[in-house]
């Protein structure tokens, strides 16, 4: 018996269902379903009645259930008690579409060097997966981004979940325009002048303040390279943070054209992990990695940025539309 497999027992029962606890874990419906046979099996007795209408109980998987949910406490506790001793051996880090750019993979390199032991897992979500993996403990720590007009409801999402919530930055949107497109030599440009553009954006993604220009979506995509693919063979325009042009290669290679929003809507970045969970040594130190990571990329915008906006509008600080 493996803890995980407890783990699994506990979620499923809280969700009432196999297929909605595999979503909140992260695991296929069917690895799901084969870890809960092979704990039944070992302990040769039924845990869960399944139904058309999901899953329920035992009377044994009662009992096993709170067992289960007291060997998590019990192991919290232990943690508490071990403190700074406590080591991590794996660590999950998930980051945003739209924050996890290039200038991350630096992010991940120091990491290794510093914990060269240590196993490490990136994945990219979007922010509500994001905060219910982190509730979940399936992720470990998170690098959210969203924009303004959501800002609300993921801080009382956080507070709900019990989710620790860090704000970082807060980068500005920018046009990322094909090579040739009209615009592409201006040092900013506005809403207005793409408000007959075909827009090109993430799936469920929407750019706040765009809608009132009537910017609608022409065509959506699931992850950034299709977005810039699609740019860069003049399909399109994209409104995207700017961050995502730091060493990217088609922004380096004059593939696609990033120009300044002149009315900008900001990306607000936040560190986010589990309040109640006692941080290993490792995790504080990958915390404190990630926060200069974000400085720094930070600055670079600044300094790549900011002073052709400055010199077309007047105005040396990003501000929200």
């Not at 909140?24 to 302990?43: G, H, M």
């Not at 990571?293 to 052709?308: I, M, P, S, T």
């Amino acid at each position: 018996m493996r803890l995980e497999q407890l783990t699994y027992v506990v979620t499923i029962a809280d969700c009432c269902s196999i297929s909605k606890a595999a979503k909140k874990l992260y695991v296929t419906q069917p690895a799901l379903s084969n870890a809960l046979r092979d704990l039944e099996k070992e302990l040769n007795f039924p845990v869960f009645y399944r139904n058309a209408q999901g899953v329920s109980l035992t009377e044994k998987g009662e009992e096993l259930y709170r067992i289960a949910k007291s060997i998590q406490g019990d192991l919290e506790q232990i943690r508490r008690l071990s403190a700074k001793g406590y080591h991590a051996d794996k660590l999950t880090i998930a980051a945003a579409p739209l924050v996890c750019c290039y200038t991350f993979f630096e992010t991940m390199d120091s990491i290794r060097i510093a914990f060269p032991e240590l196993t490490l897992s990136i994945s990219e979500l979007r922010p509500r997966q994001m905060e219910r993996a982190l509730s979940g403990g399936v992720v470990d720590i998170g690098l959210c981004g969203y924009p303004v007009s959501r800002r609300k409801k993921f801080s009382e999402l956080a507070v709900q979940l019990d989710l620790e919530r860090e704000s970082l930055a807060r980068w500005p949107f920018a046009a990322f325009l094909p090579p040739r497109h009209p615009l592409a030599e201006k040092p900013v440009v506005s809403l207005e002048q793409l408000k007959d553009e075909p827009i090109i954006c993430f799936e469920d993604y929407e750019t706040s303040g765009a809608q009132a220009y009537g910017i609608q979506a022409a065509a959506t995509f699931s992850d950034r390279a299709g977005i810039k693919d699609a740019v860069s063979h003049g399909k399109g325009c994209a409104l995207l943070p700017l961050s995502m042009a730091l060493d990217d290669v088609y922004f380096e290679c004059d593939k696609i054209k990033v120009v300044p929003l002149k009315e900008t809507s900001l990306l607000h970045v936040d560190l986010v992990y589990r309040r109640s969970k006692t941080m290993t040594e490792e995790e504080t130190a990958i915390l404190e990695i990630i926060r200069n990571y974000v400085r720094k990329a930070d600055a670079r915008l600044n300094r790549q940025f900011l002073k052709a906006r400055k010199q077309a509008t007047g105005s040396s600080v990003w501000l929200p539309y």
